[in-house]
């Protein structure tokens, strides 16, 4: 590339998380969560509170970490020379609604927009699902997109514990403390209503078995407490 920056590329506001924003990309591209322009992802970073988000209608692979866009938590922009996603209210109110949260990851998944045109949650259907995203995982009522209205209708369905929103005749939206976990309740999420849709289908149109929603606490502990290896400090 020959363009001339305004600055040099060591001195780019908040490098290191631009770059995760365009390697996010690129990673939801290649799993499939992602197509063509469609979808967002944004993360925080801890110390300035400012967002790197990703730019508007540039698609993945020609995104640079010079085209993420540094905004503000009012979604003004800071720095960038592009113009940030049209979804920056939504990841933005979030961001003020829940400070825990540190990355955000906006899908259209296919299966997460069948359940949202038809069902007021994903219900428990999968084991995986209900640990990483809870019993259920709410539906928004239908919101503006590109507006507060957008953002507002997510906050009416969030608490403290959601990990995941389904947004009503839209798609998919994660949280997390990293883009690698926001990406992995995407998936595990799509992969709940994959299933759920399927088991419709299968069943006629009657709702399939659910796991029981009384053993889900109880569950969760033990695999908050036993899951995996023991945890590391600082792994991100
Ligand atoms: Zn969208």
Do not use: W
């Not at 998944?109 to 038809?118: M, Y």
């Not at 006629?204 to 695999?223: D, K």
């Amino acid at each position: 590339m020959t363009a001339r920056r305004g600055r040099g590329e060591s001195e780019m506001l908040l490098k290191d998380l631009r770059e995760k924003v365009v390697a996010v990309g690129l990673e939801a591209l290649e799993r499939g969560i992602v197509h063509g322009t469609a979808g967002n992802m944004s993360i925080r970073d801890e110390e300035s509170g400012l967002i790197a988000i990703s730019p508007s209608g540039i698609p993945y692979p020609e995104t640079t970490a010079a085209d993420v866009v540094i905004v503000n938590d009012q979604g003004e922009v800071v720095d960038g020379r592009r113009k940030p996603s049209s979804e920056t209210p939504l990841h933005t109110m979030v961001m003020r609604a829940r400070p825990d949260v540190r990355a955000v990851v906006h899908t259209h998944a296919h299966f997460s927009t069948v359940v949202s045109c038809i069902r007021p949650y994903l219900p428990p259907i999968l084991t995986e699902v209900c640990l990483v995203a809870g019993a259920r995982v709410p539906v928004t009522r239908y919101g503006l997109t590109g507006t507060p209205d957008f953002g507002e209708s997510v906050l009416e369905v969030l608490d403290p514990e959601t990990k995941a929103v389904i947004l009503r005749n839209h798609g998919l939206i994660s949280f997390g403390d990293s883009f690698a976990s926001a990406l992995a309740i995407s998936e595990v999420v799509e992969e709940a209503a994959k299933v759920y849709v399927h088991a419709l289908a299968a069943n006629g149109g009657r709702e399939p078995e659910m796991v029981p929603e009384e053993l889900i606490p109880e569950m969760t502990e033990r695999f908050r407490a036993g899951y995996g290896q023991p945890k590391e400090a600082g792994v991100g």
